[in-house]
Nanobody, 124 residues
Framework: QVQLVESGGGLVQAGASLRLSCAASGRTDTNYAMGWFRQAPGKEREFVAAISWGGSIRYYSNSVKGRFTISRNSAKNTVYLQRNSLKPEDTAVYYC?????????????????WGQGTQVTISS
């Protein structure tokens, strides 16, 4: 099993850009797909983006498509979420998740390993 640690959260103004990182350690010698989820105060966790082991398959939620980009550096066991044109409604705790295998999922139940989350706050 892998261990995940997110970083890059913080407070920024609307319209800014921010990149989140998720570093994996532990059993990184096996294939695993990665995803990003977020949970805003008082709301349920929602899917944001996901990427396959090789990086050729990427999924995005409709709310972030065109603004966010997920990528991975397998040599560094790191997944990134580049977020542009940030909006106040992007404010949430962002979680990185991993699942065994090459193909990513878009549901939280697809993932069996989660990071602790990083807070992102967008001011208007």
């Amino acid at each position: 099993q892998v261990q995940l640690v997110e970083s890059g959260g913080g407070l920024v103004q609307a319209g800014a850009s921010l990149r989140l990182s998720c570093a994996a350690s532990g059993r990184t010698d096996t294939n695993y797909a990665m995803g990003w989820f977020r949970q805003a105060p008082g709301k349920e966790r929602e899917f944001v983006a996901a990427i396959s082991w090789g990086g050729s398959i990427r999924y995005y939620s409709n709310s972030v498509k065109g603004r966010f980009t997920i990528s991975r550096n397998s040599a560094k066991n790191t997944v990134y979420l580049q977020r542009n044109s940030l909006k106040p409604e992007d404010t949430a705790v962002y979680y990185c998740a991993a699942r065994s295998g090459s193909v990513p999922g878009q549901n939280g139940e697809d993932y069996n390993c989660w990071g602790q989350g990083t807070q992102v706050t967008i001011s208007s």
